[in-house]
């Protein structure tokens, strides 16, 4: 499914023409079922996140976000033209579940490109089975999206022995896509060695989701500030 290709001198990985336009008709196909212009136009009148569309989209039976899942956890191997085709292709039919969609892949991306085989194998794997939202939760209200400027934090808890067991998390995140609907979030924050992204599950004590955004555009996706205490 995946292959090989060279742009300006560097290696890309992605679909075929015929995988990637495969992908591109099954989003234009939503128009005609899940996604005609009444239900979007409702969406957008009532300001509503529309979650169950958002889960069959990731279901057994369109599994979408099959696409930017490494082909080794269980999706297709698309890369970032893939990725830009599907987007633009549903921001046609709705900008604000084209964000909901995309803030899955940007959710995604820690795991990908930093997060051990063990992590991998579950959380990517839960995605590509349809299992679950992700969010990404980087941007602050102090600092936007300036990782220089974080200030959220991630303090490691030791046992007797000295040995890290966990990390205590403190702080804000803003205007987070799909925050409020996701099972889990990658999020950034500063430990003693670095900024690291954790993986935190919806449940997770502490971990508490505000009032969605009343935005003027965009307004079936869901934007929430988060805060962990």
Not at 138 to 156: C, F, H, Q, W, Y
Request: net charge negative; charged share 25%; glycine share 12%.
């Amino acid at each position: 499914m995946a292959e090989s290709g060279v742009e300006t001198g560097t290696a890309l990985k992605g679909l075929d023409s015929e995988s990637r336009q495969m992908v591109v008709d099954t989003v234009r196909q939503l128009r005609e079922r899940l996604l005609t212009k009444e239900i979007i136009s409702e969406f957008d009148k009532k300001e509503i996140f529309p979650e169950e569309i958002i889960r069959k989209m990731l279901g057994p039976d369109i599994g979408l976000q099959l696409l930017f899942i490494p082909e080794a956890y269980g999706g297709m191997g698309g890369g970032a033209l893939d990725c830009c085709a599907v987007t633009r292709e549903m921001s046609r039919i709705c900008l604000g579940i084209a964000t909901a969609f995309f803030a899955i892949q940007l959710g995604s991306d820690p795991l990908i490109v930093g997060g051990t085989e063990e992590q991998k194998s579950k959380w990517l794997g839960a995605i590509a089975e349809g299992k679950t939202l992700v969010a990404y939760a980087v941007t602050e209200p102090n600092a936007g999206s300036n990782v220089m400027a974080l200030s959220t934090k991630a303090d490691p808890v030791r046992n007797e022995a000295g040995e890290i067991t966990g990390y205590k998390i403190n702080g804000t995140k803003q205007f987070i896509s799909t925050g409020a609907y996701a099972d889990f979030i990658t999020l950034l924050a500063k430990t003693p060695e670095g900024p690291t992204f954790f993986v935190v599950e919806k449940e997770t004590k502490g971990f508490d989701c505000g009032k969605g955004e009343e935005k003027h555009g965009i307004r079936a996706s869901n934007t929430s500030p988060l805060s962990f205490t």
